[in-house]
Nanobody, 125 residues
Framework: QVQLVESGGGSVQAGGSLRLSCAAS????????MGWFRQGPGKEREGVAS????????DYAGSVKGRFTISRDNVKNILYLQMNHLKPEDSGMYYC??????????????????WGQGTQVTVSS
């Protein structure tokens, strides 16, 4: 079993940066493809980024490509999302998720095995 706890959210002005972290417990963290998802007010949840078990493969939503970077530390069992050049439309609750397997591109990353509780990101214009 894997437990996920996000942190690092907050309020920033447009153009600013935040780094989200997701701490994972459990010895099998390295067996899971990890992803970040977000849900804005009145919007459906959408995939933001995913990363393979070893970190060599990644996938990004078109809206964040070039601005966000997903990474993972398999020694510390932490998943990261570096978010630069933030826009108001990036606002929402951000969740990390784990799905057993080497790698899933975002459209295939459904029915995750585990979800975190989320961390709020608010970007003001």
């Amino acid at each position: 079993q894997v437990q996920l706890v996000e942190s690092g959210g907050g309020s920033v002005q447009a153009g600013g940066s935040l780094r989200l972290s997701c701490a994972a417990s459990g010895s099998t963290y390295g067996e899971y493809c990890m992803g970040w998802f977000r849900q804005g007010p009145g919007k459906e949840r959408e995939g933001v980024a995913s990363i393979s078990t070893g970190g060599s493969s990644t996938d990004y939503a078109g809206s964040v490509k070039g601005r966000f970077t997903i990474s993972r530390d398999n020694v510390k069992n932490i998943l990261y999302l570096q978010m630069n050049h933030l826009k108001p439309e990036d606002s929402g609750m951000y969740y990390c998720a784990a799905k057993r397997g080497y790698f899933y591109v975002l459209p295939a990353f459904d029915h995750a095995d585990y979800w975190g509780q989320g961390t709020q990101v608010t970007v003001s214009s």
